[in-house]
Each structure stands twice: as C-alpha cells, then as structure tokens.
C-alpha cells in the first residue's frame, strides 16, 4: 500500500490568502483563511502589495499543514489573480502608486485606470487580438504597463521583472523565474502558436523595452499548468512556509482557471464512467462576478469571448473564456436597493437567509397562481442585467441594464420576482455566451458545472439548467479552487501523469440538476426579449445621438 500523499493549494483572491491541504482524492483536509489588504487611493485604482501578499501565504500554509508530517506534503501548487507586480533589480517592490510608496507595487486586476492605453492598444488591431475576442481589456496587464510607462516612467524604468500575481508566487517560492502559459497567454498576450513573445505587438504598444535581454522583464521561460518550478522550494520560502526544502512547486493559473481545473474532473454520483468528456462541460466560477470556461480539442474563434487559448488549464485543449462582470454582486445590488431590504435583515439576520426566504416564496406565489414553475412568475417582467458593461459575448463595457413590465406592486413579493428576473437575466447571459459559441461551430455542451457563492443558491443553478437546457452538476466539494491549485502540485510532484488526469482524480462527484423539459418553451420566448433588449439599448442610443430618428 503506498504512502499517505498530500498537496498544498493556495488561493490568492482579491481580498483574501487561501491555503488547504488536500489528500490525493481531492478531499480537502484542513483550510485557512487570511486578510490582504488593498490601497483605493482613488476611483477605479486598486493597489495592493506583494509582501503582504506572501505573509498571508506563509500564515495560512503553516496552519493547513500543522498536523501532518512534512514528508507527507509532496507537491504545493499557487493560483491568483491576475493581478500586475512590479519588481526591481533583487526582487524589490516598486511602487505602482502615485503615492510613491514602494510597498504598493501591484496594480489589482479590477483597477481600470488604464482605460485610454486600453483603446490604443485596440486601435492598433494587431492579428494577436485574434485571440482574446478582438480586443485586450483594460483588466489585462499589457495596457497597464503601457500605463505605467507614460504615468510613472521611473517606476517603469525600475523594471526587473513584471509579474502576474500567480507566476510572482512560484518565482517567490523558488527563486527561479518560470512563467506559466496560463497567465502570459490569457493576459499578457503571449503568441502561443508562435512559443514567443511578439516583438512587433509589444513595438506597435509602444513598450519596445520590454523586448530587450531575450523578454527577461516578461519571463523567457513558459511552461505549461503543472509543471515543477526549478528545485522545488528555497531553503527561505521552505523556512516561511514549515515545508521542506525542494517540496515540488508548480507552475500556476489564474484563480478562476484553478477552479476549472478542478471542476472539470467532477462528475455526477451516479456516474462512474471514466469516458466523461472534458469537451462537453462548461465550468462556471460563480461569485461577485461570473468566469464561463470551456476547454476544446480544435482551436474556437468567437467574437466577444477570450480565447482560444492553447494549452492554458490542460495541455492539448484549447480555452474560451467568457463571463460576466458583476453577478453575485448584481443579485446583492437588486436585494439592499430595494425599501424590503432593511427589515428584512434585521427579521432574518442576514443576506444568506434573505435569499432562502425568497427562493421560497417564489414557490409559495407560483402554487398560489397556478402556475406549474415559479418561471412562470416573470411572464411579463424582463431583465437585461448588464448594470455595469458586457464582458461577453458583446464585449460592450458601456451597456447598461434594462427592465421592462413594472408595476405598482410593493412589499417583499415585489421584491421576489424582481430577484428572480434578475438572476433568470444572468442565465439567459450564460445561454448568450452558449450560443455564440455554437455560432463559431463550437462542439455541443453536454452539462454545467459550478462553483463560488452563487454555486449555494439552488434558485440560481436551477434558473441555469432550465434557460440553457442542459442538466447542472454541483460538486460535493465546494472549495474547488483549493482543489484546481492542490491538483498542480499533484501533477507536477508526479502523483499523477497529467494535469487532466489529476483533475481527474481530485475532481471528486458532485449532485446532478435536471432542466425542467415543462418550461423549454416559455425560455425560449423569453430569450428572444432579452435579445431583443440589447437590439433596442442601442436603437435608444442612436436616437439619442442623432443617428436615427
């Protein structure tokens, strides 16, 4: 009988370090938690720092791996944000603030102040934009250093190395400078066709010094999600974390890509087959806003959805991303606008509890109408959800929400179907980013899968499964991030062959959600209105431009 093997994930999300210890069948043993902090010195700049950022790291991983013996821990595998840090000549911060204060050198992913580089860089329509639907987002980190360089030239001239936030941790760990494929091709615009870095696209944004000693600023060493990083830990980063030295660190991914991983080796209770194709799921990374990954065998070029990216979360397939920038948040905004929210949360106690209040409400107003479906409640009330821009498929960051059907109606039961038209929107948005894809001949879904927040709310997975028409699979385990990042460390230690076959092994089973066939009907007439609201948002502008009347 082999040897008790474990693996150390960690998580670094916007506001919080993550760290659990995982057995090698994807069971989470022990997990923490750890404040970071970030600076919001003033609208949309979000800074944070990457000392800070490691501290967190080295308390929670010390706490997860307290009680097993450090032998036992054969691999650790980092995922992130992808978020910009600067660092100097030794590894030392440099600030990305226009305080000056070095310890500020990460610009967060969701910082937009690099809004005007954003459109030059677009403007220029190089073929590499081919691959992220188009267009770079200002989120991405090419735009931010072109920022940089034209806001805080002696910061940008400082440069050794810029790093995602994810490759910043296995170089802080290891003390070589491995980048993964993930971050430099999903936000850095990395030609993985051509396993370089494009001297042209770089020139043509102006940021030709980035081209300089072989890429060095930009990292000249890719490798695929789940390779080993050098020797393993440092003697340092062995000290700060209560590991051993040349513990086996992986290269990494991006958080949300981490929980992919994880996912799409989960497969329903029932089903122990091992033929479950990784093609026909899409993962959901449901929180504050919303990540659609999916993963194929041949290349999909979709307008308004990132990717293809190759070999970005398994070797051999490639990735489209698509998403929707608030979602968690959007249903948190609908709730604490509305005049019930007050009362409510002092009667309940909480949002977690409002959100069950109204699930059974809504079941409780559908039996009192007659209607067979609580769908069937916003027959006449419609929703485009996008309050704060499209991410995909339009790609429209100035689109705005619309509702129609309105009433005089107040109170809680005002409040429930509003709630319900909301998140039914969000579905509808899944079924947009679907169908365009099916539009660029992309191989059918066969199931949802879904982690995050939103992953809790049974309204929210059932609204999906019944909209897009395809049966919605949540996993037993629900930190599935934890598990994507643990699985890295797993392939990389040798535990398991692959990355696809470690996912595989630690994704686990989860339960099986069935659309209902009653109501395939009634969604398909209310998509045709949700698209029709997108027609007619920018019919409304054009009138208000004075290009139509």
């Not at 209105?529 to 019919?539: D, N, P, S, Y």
């Amino acid at each position: 009988m082999s040897e008790q093997a474990y693996f150390v994930g960690v998580d670094v999300g916007t506001g919080s370090a993550r760290a659990a210890l995982v057995a090698a069948d994807g069971r989470v043993q022990e997990q923490a938690v750890e404040a970071i902090k970030t600076w919001t010195p003033e609208p949309h700049y979000y800074e944070q720092s990457s000392e800070d950022i490691w501290q967190a790291i080295c308390k929670v991983v010390k706490h997860v791996i307290a009680g097993v013996d450090k032998q036992k821990v054969k691999g650790i595998g980092f995922d992130a944000t992808c978020s910009l840090v600067i660092l100097g000549n030794g590894g030392t911060p440099v600030t990305v603030s226009k305080s000056g204060i070095a310890e500020q050198n990460i610009i967060l992913w969701m910082d937009h102040r690099a809004e005007q580089e954003t459109a030059q860089i677009n403007a220029a329509k190089h073929p590499l934009l081919k691959y992220v639907g188009g267009q770079v987002s200002l989120e991405m980190e090419i735009p931010k250093l072109l920022w940089l360089k034209r806001h805080l030239p002696k910061s940008y001239g400082s440069i050794w190395r810029a790093f995602d936030l994810p490759d910043f941790l296995t170089w802080r760990a290891t003390e070589v400078d491995t980048r993964s494929l993930c971050s430099v091709v999903c936000k850095w615009n990395y030609d993985a066709a051509a396993h370089s870095w494009n001297s042209e696209f770089l020139r043509g944004a102006d940021l030709e010094e980035l081209t300089k000693d072989k890429f060095a600023a930009l990292g000249s060493d890719v490798q695929p999600p789940g390779k080993p990083v050098g020797k393993g830990l440092s003697q340092r980063a062995a000290n700060e974390l209560g590991l051993q030295v040349g513990t086996v660190v992986s290269t990494s991914l991006i958080d949300a890509h981490a929980g992919a991983l994880g996912m799409f080796g989960c497969r329903a209770d029932n089903n122990s087959s091992k033929n479950d194709d990784v093609q026909g799921k899409m993962a959901l990374i449901a929180g504050t806003s919303t990540c659609h990954m999916s993963i194929t065998r041949n290349a999909c070029f979709a307008k308004g959805i990132w990717g293809p990216y190759q070999d970005a979360i398994i070797p051999g397939y490639f990735l489209n991303e698509g998403g929707q920038s608030i979602a968690g948040h959007l249903l948190d905004h609908v709730l604490k606008t509305h005049e019930c929210y007050f009362a409510l949360n002092k009667k309940l106690g909480g949002d977690k509890f409002i959100y069950q209040h109204l699930n059974k409400l809504l079941e409780k107003l559908a039996a009192e109408r007659g209607f067979s479906s609580v769908h069937c409640l916003t027959q006449d009330i419609h929703v485009w959800p996008d309050l704060h821009g499209n991410r995909s498929p339009v790609a429209d960051a100035t689109l705005r929400g619309t509702i129609t059907g309105l009433d005089m109606t107040r109170g809680v039961e005002s409040l429930a179907i509003k709630y319900l038209a909301f998140t039914q929107a969000l579905a509808y948005g899944t079924r947009h980013i679907i169908e365009n894809l099916y539009e660029h001949q992309r191989a059918a879904f066969q199931t949802l899968l879904f982690c995050g927040g939103l992953a809790k709310n049974p309204l929210y997975v059932q609204c999906h499964a019944d909209i897009c028409n395809l049966p919605a699979l949540i996993p037993n385990e629900q930190e599935m991030v934890l598990v994507g990042a643990a699985a890295l460390g797993a392939a990389a230690a040798g535990h398991y062959d692959s990355v696809e076959s470690a996912s595989k092994a630690m994704g686990g089973t989860g339960q099986l959600l069935k659309p209902n066939p009653d109501t395939v009907e009634l969604h398909n007439r209310k998509y045709k209105v949700f698209l029709k609201l997108l027609e007619h948002q920018r019919q409304y502008r054009d009138i208000m431009q004075g290009r139509q009347t």
